[in-house]
């Protein structure tokens, strides 16, 4: 069965600190690889995707096949990055498949 | 341009009635999508449409679950005979083309079955 693990469900950390939001995911084949964010009282929308190697409001993800894991970092976090993050990879089709998330609060 | 649009964002259901929730997605959009949130969970995928035609309903919890998207474009989810257990956030997302790569979420509907 495909699974994606967020072990964190809460991530407290100061402003200005790394931030690792971790994503393992069990998946047969290769997934496409997404992270969305839902920030308050908005909607849910993507933040970065795999296979375009971006960087996003600071933002990098990358895709470890050998750890099955997809971390998302920024090495300075900012108090607007205070969000639920979610990992999510696709398979077997075109339907993402959403972790439990974790809730970011960066903190002054 | 208007995003992807749910309505009624908020509606109580009486255990065993019926709900109809409507999703409006962005216009133009090929692929659209229904997920199921629980309190305390991640969204979870319920079925999609590439235009009018029903994909994958894999994720429909029960027989009591139905959806359509007659001409491509406005879908409806309705749920029969709801259950306590239905009580839920449910977002709809649309995508440009028929692949996943970027999906535009909704604001969702809560439904609350007492």
């Known amino acids: 069965a495909q699974r994606v693990t967020q072990p964190e469900k809460l991530l407290s950390v100061f402003k200005g600190a790394p931030v690792e939001l971790k994503c393992n995911y069990s998946?047969?084949?290769?997934?496409?690889l997404f992270w969305y964010v839902q920030y308050s009282r908005q909607r849910l929308q993507l933040l970065l995707r795999?296979?375009s190697r971006e960087s996003i409001k600071g933002f990098t993800a990358d895709l470890n096949k050998g750890e099955t894991s997809f971390h998302l970092k920024k090495p300075f976090a900012q108090e607007e990055d205070s969000a639920m993050y979610y990992c999510a990879p696709t398979g077997g089709g075109n339907k993402l498949t959403f972790g439990t998330g974790t809730q970011l609060k960066v903190e002054l | 341009g208007a995003g992807v649009s749910q309505s009624p964002r908020y509606k109580v259901a009486k255990r065993g009635q019926d709900v109809a929730l409507r999703c409006d997605p962005i216009s133009g959009h090929v692929s659209l999508f229904w997920y199921q949130q629980a309190l305390g969970q991640g969204p979870e995928f319920l079925t999609y449409f590439q235009n009018e035609a029903q994909l994958d309903k894999s994720g429909l919890p029960s027989d009591r679950f139905f959806a359509e998207r007659p001409e491509g474009s406005v879908s409806t989810l309705k749920i029969q005979r709801t259950q306590q257990e239905d009580s839920a956030v449910y977002l709809c997302?649309?995508?440009?083309?028929?692949?996943?790569?970027?999906?535009?979420f909704g604001p969702g509907t809560r439904l609350t079955v007492t």
């Open positions: 997302a649309s995508s440009l083309t028929d692949a996943a790569y970027e999906q535009y």
């Open positions: 795999h296979i």
């Open positions: 998946y047969s084949g290769s997934p496409e």
